[in-house]
């Protein structure tokens, strides 16, 4: 039946079976794009937060380690984020640093305050402490026993020149005594010498050479006894006992 005049149709044309599956075809195919990109878009956004948190929290600043033992060093490198340990020098290049703890830190590599992945192993060049402590206690008690020994020798080589020079003081003082001794007795003789020089001539009377005695009584009733010899009259007949005094 023909439309009225002036009014459109409500009557559409019916598609056709193959329009309509191709319709189907191009919505199923527009889904399943959407179905694989939003799961993509999420994880590449993840992905960028996960990189980006990691290159912040990878990188760390090597403090300074120079004076600590080798333990302490150690946990001063975990606390700012290191996560491996130090690897350890001898500094003489001689031991095996076994206890951190008794090594001391002369030197580090990286220096202090460079940035470093937080897996970069950190190298410290360590002294013995022990080693030293222990040559230098060694070192201080040769030292002493040294010095003892060398002030013993000392005081005693003092006490063998005090002791001899005491003994030369007592042989020289003795020496002096006895020059001044022999001195004294040198003068003393000379003085007595002097002495009977100075003494006047004793008194002889003239002697007359022709005076005899027949005997001690003539002698004596002339005055003369006793008669000493030298003295006119004195005659050997005369002393009997031969003293040098006759008449006695």
Not at 49 to 74: I, N, R
Not at 98 to 103: D, H, L, M, R, T
Not at 155 to 166: K, W
Not at 180 to 185: C, G, H, I, P, T
Request: hydrophobic share 40%; proline share 6%.
């Amino acid at each position: 039946m023909p439309a009225a005049p002036g009014r459109l149709s409500s009557v559409y044309p019916t598609p056709s079976p193959l329009h309509r599956r191709r319709q189907s075809a191009f919505l199923i195919a527009i889904l399943a794009l959407c179905v694989v990109c939003i799961p993509l878009t999420g994880c590449d956004e993840s992905s960028a937060e996960s990189m980006t948190v990691e290159t912040v929290t990878a990188t760390v600043t090597v403090p300074d380690l120079v004076g600590m033992d080798g333990e302490q060093a150690a946990e001063a490198l975990e606390q700012a984020g290191f996560t491996e340990r130090p690897a350890f020098t001898d500094i003489d290049a001689e031991e095996t640093v076994i206890i951190p703890a008794n090594w001391s830190v002369r030197s580090q590599d990286p220096e202090a305050g460079t940035a470093v992945p937080a897996d970069q192993v950190v190298t410290l060049t360590v002294n013995h402490d022990a080693a030293d402590a222990a040559a230098s206690a060694s070192a201080s008690a040769s030292a002493a026993a040294a010095k003892a020994e060398a002030e013993a020798s000392a005081s005693a080589a003092a006490s063998a020149s005090a002791a001899a020079a005491a003994e030369r003081a007592a042989q020289e003082e003795a020496a002096r005594q006895q020059a001044a001794q022999e001195e004294a007795a040198r003068q003393a003789e000379q003085q007595t010498q002097e002495n009977e020089q100075s003494l006047p001539a004793p008194w002889a009377p003239q002697q007359e050479t022709n005076v005899y005695y027949q005997n001690c009584t003539e002698a004596r009733e002339a005055g003369a006894a006793p008669i000493y010899a030298g003295e006119p009259g004195y005659r050997g007949a005369l002393d009997r006992d031969n003293d040098g005094i006759a008449c006695e």
